[in-house]
């Protein structure tokens, strides 16, 4: 399968984290509702609206209800998932590693997206994957005020190096290994939020 992202001229495919524990929201927080959707479901639908035509969804926690919703959702938009056996001892790390391990041989790069960020703007999708077609940069990040968030790309000649970490190395640490190869993009706040408590959800949801 050719994935073709027609808004970057790259084949970019979209990882979408959805295997955590959801134990500060205390029940699972992809299936919340968000205006007409779910927190998800919401994710899927901005992704897929900046022209991205490969999502795939790593579950863990609450597999069985995520993966049903993640069908349902695939009658419209072209996503699939694939579920991380580690989920409650590998990390995120682990569940990039999954992720990747999913991509088409054809993909140039990776888009690694949160599930419980549905605030997340379209135009900041778009804008990380047009870095990348004009920059050619192994990452870009998204940044506000000089924090990083996400979603961030990393260019498939990375992804070796991603698949050969191990914990305790978080993302994050990686990400600080190549100073000299990453495109920042400036975005607004959304990037740093995710819905982690109902404190969260209440006061973010629309």
């Known amino acids: 399968m050719i994935i073709e992202n027609s808004s970057t001229g790259y084949n970019i495919s979209v990882i979408l984290l959805a295997a955590g524990l959801s134990s500060r929201m205390g029940r699972p927080k992809l299936l919340l509702p968000w205006g007409k959707t779910t927190v998800l479901g919401q994710v899927i639908s901005t992704f897929t609206a900046a022209g991205l ?3 795939v969804v790593v ?3 609450a597999r069985g209800q995520i993966e049903e919703m993640v069908t349902e ?4 938009f072209p996503v699939r ?10 990390g995120m790390l682990s569940s990039i590693q999954v992720g990747l391990g999913a991509m088409d041989s054809q993909t140039r790069a990776a888009l690694i997206g949160l599930g419980d960020q549905p605030q997340v703007l379209e135009e900041t999708v778009r804008g990380i994957c047009s870095s990348f077609n004009q920059t050619n940069s192994l990452l870009v990040i998204p940044s506000f005020q000089n924090r990083r968030g996400h979603p961030w790309l990393a260019a498939r000649s990375l992804w070796p190096n991603i ?3 191990s914990s305790p ?7 600080k290994t190549y ?3 990453v495109e920042y993009f400036a975005a607004d706040p959304s990037i740093l939020q995710d819905l982690d408590t109902p404190a969260d959800y209440d ?3 629309p």
């Not at 959702?73 to 419209?76: D, E, T």
């Not at 190395?169 to 990400?175: K, V």
């Open 169 to 175: 190395t978080t993302p994050q640490q990686f990400l």
């Open 203 to 205: 006061r973010l949801r």
């Open 179 to 181: 100073p000299g190869h």
């Open 73 to 76: 959702l695939a009658n419209k």
């Open 163 to 165: 698949l050969e970490l």
């Open 59 to 61: 579950t863990g926690a």
């Open 81 to 90: 998932s694939v579920f991380n056996p580690e989920f409650d001892r590998g």
């Open 53 to 55: 035509k490969d999502l």
